[in-house]
């Protein structure tokens, strides 16, 4: 099942949440949205080693913050996947 949350955060904090979300492990996608546009979209294999996702989200991750520094606001909408639970 997937489940969608949705964080208003101030632009100098950005790149802390998406880092903080990423480690998280369950996330499919993660989407910056600023004035209603989508303007980063980072899907992620769920399940992905924590270092091959590392190295591969670096780039982003640079990307996430050079867009960072010019918003004052910005909101982080999120894809994740709960696990289901047994009877």
């Given at each position: 099942m997937v489940e969608t949350?949705?964080?208003?955060?101030?632009?100098?904090?950005?790149?802390?949440k998406v880092k903080k979300l990423i480690r998280e492990?369950?996330?499919?996608?993660?989407?910056?949205?600023?004035e209603g546009k989508t303007i980063i979209e980072i899907p992620l294999t769920v399940?992905?080693?924590?270092?091959?996702?590392?190295i591969l989200i670096a780039p982003l991750l640079a990307a996430i913050g050079a867009f960072a520094?010019?918003?004052?606001?910005?909101?982080?909408?999120?894809e994740k996947v709960e696990e289901k639970k047994k009877k």
């Open positions: 949350e949705k964080f208003t955060v101030a632009g100098n904090q950005v790149l802390d492990g369950n996330i499919r996608r993660v989407r910056l949205i600023h399940g992905a080693p924590v270092v091959v996702a590392g520094a010019l918003v004052t606001e910005c909101t982080i909408e999120v």
